[in-house]
């Protein structure tokens, strides 16, 4: 079955600085990949989702990158905040329910 | 709050006893998804009713537990014989199925601790 794999586990980066976490999928059916945030004892949330008919899609200091033919994935935060501290699950989907997600990145945003 | 709601949101419990939990989406989302997540992992996919009709289930859904959605509206999770394995933060999220992105929303979970 589908399997996502998400790296780095733990990002500790600069405030300011940029922040890259990568994941890659194994159905190469997928077509949806959304990006959730999680803050601690919190619910997850989506903070950018992108489509397999886009390579890139951007949010203001978000964005994610999408590789088809090699099957993976990208969030890239730039200007890193203190508030962006939290844990990050990408997730893939091919048929628009089932969400398979990774294991998570925690972001570390040191002052 | 019109947000997806969940009760109870913490259930402490012995091995062996039946729980049941709650959940209500948003009000005009016909999707709704139950998740189980483990500390340090992210949620892991359990069943999805369309409407009232359950159309999915994951393997790890053991014969144990049972979901349903009688009127469309709100959804049941329940575990019976409950197991230390169990314990985990159950999700629920709901989404519009006509909706040209499938954002899945959260509610805040219930956490169950089975001692």
């Known amino acids: 079955g589908e399997n996502v794999e998400q790296h780095p586990s733990t990002l500790s980066v600069q405030e300011g600085d940029s922040a890259v976490i990568k994941c890659t999928y194994s159905d190469s059916a997928s077509n949806y990949f959304p990006w959730y945030k999680q803050e601690l004892g919190k619910r997850p949330q989506l903070i950018i989702d992108?489509?397999?008919n886009v390579g890139e899609k951007k949010d203001q200091r978000i964005a994610v990158t999408l590789n088809k033919t090699a099957k993976h994935f990208s969030l890239h935060i730039t200007e890193t905040q203190p508030e962006d501290s939290a844990v990050y699950f990408c997730a893939a989907s091919r048929d628009n329910y089932q969400l398979i997600w990774g294991a998570g990145t925690k972001l570390i945003i040191k002052p | 709050d019109t947000g997806v709601s969940q009760d109870p949101r913490h259930k402490i419990t012995k091995r062996g006893q039946n729980v049941t939990f709650r959940c209500d989406p948003i009000?005009?989302?016909?999707?709704l998804y139950w998740y189980r997540q483990t500390l340090g992992q992210g949620p892991e996919f359990l069943t999805y009713?369309?409407?009232?009709?359950?159309?999915?289930k994951s393997r790890l859904l053991s014969d144990r537990f049972s979901a349903e959605r009688p009127k469309g509206s709100f959804s049941t999770l329940e575990i019976q014989r409950t197991e230390q394995g169990d314990s985990a933060m159950y999700l629920c999220a709901s989404s519009l199925r006509q909706a040209t992105y499938n954002e899945q929303f959260f509610g805040p979970g219930t956490r169950l601790t089975v001692l």
């Open positions: 009713f369309q409407n009232e009709a359950q159309l999915e």
């Open positions: 009000s005009e989302h016909n999707r």
């Open positions: 992108i489509r397999s």
